[in-house]
């Protein structure tokens, strides 16, 4: 299956700021999707990002919150915008493979 | 409105014991589900699924059960092993998604 690697793992913030997460994906995907688990919660899904089309973004997300970024079939960004402390979760970029779906090893976001 | 579900926060088993980990869905056009475990600082990676048309996968030590009238399905892991203590979730894909259950927070005592 797919490889994925996310960065940066994890990164202090101040409140206001803006933060930049990238994956990269050892082979071309259609679609990759990015994930928010907040603390104590489920993973719930923020966009699907296409390549060469705008992002599609569920319930409740933004483009101007999480802007996102598909300039190619093997990489993707996600940006977390004007930063509060509730935006303090992790972050995972995911792609579907033929076991289902393989993710990335998270960005932990703390917001201070 | 929370379409899969896992009602245990956390377990906690004793090593060599049976793990049993539930997990509920609403969604009666879910067809197909997987379990995943997540380790701290890591992403989730896939450990099973189980099709619809089945009512039973095995791998090794896991095995997967699903009961279609109840939307049910249960993962038991046998015997559970300390390097099990995990966060598992149960997940569903559909509408182009994949919708996962809060997890369960599994601890396995040597």
């Known amino acids: 299956s797919a490889v994925i690697s996310q960065k940066p793992s994890r990164d202090i913030c101040q409140r206001g700021t803006s933060l930049t997460i990238q994956c990269q994906v050892d082979?071309?995907?259609?679609?990759m999707f990015w994930y928010r688990q907040q603390p104590g919660q489920s993973l719930t899904l923020i966009a699907t990002a296409n390549q060469g089309s705008e992002a599609t973004y569920e319930s409740g997300f933004v483009i101007d919150k999480f802007p996102i970024s598909r300039p190619n079939l093997t990489f993707s960004t996600l940006t977390v915008s004007n930063m509060s402390p509730e935006d303090s979760s992790i972050y995972l970029c995911?792609?579907?493979?033929?076991?289902?779906?393989?993710f990335g090893s998270g960005t932990r976001l703390t917001v201070v | 409105d929370q379409q899969v579900k896992q009602n245990s926060p956390s377990l906690s088993v004793q090593e060599g014991r049976i793990s049993i980990l539930n997990c509920d869905y609403t969604?009666?056009?879910?067809?197909?589900f997987l379990w995943y475990k997540k380790y701290p600082a890591e992403g989730p990676t896939f450990l099973i699924s189980?099709?619809?048309?089945?009512d039973k996968n095995e791998d090794g030590r896991f095995t997967v059960f699903l009961n279609k009238s109840a939307k049910h399905l249960s993962l038991h892991i046998v015997p559970s092993q300390p390097g099990d203590s995990a966060v598992y979730f149960c997940a569903a894909p559909g509408g182009g998604k994949l919708t996962f259950g809060q997890g369960t927070i599994l601890t396995v005592h040597p």
């Open positions: 995911s792609v579907e493979s033929d076991l289902g779906y393989t």
């Open positions: 189980i099709s619809s048309i089945k």
């Open positions: 969604n009666s056009m879910f067809d197909y």
């Open positions: 082979s071309q995907v259609t679609m």
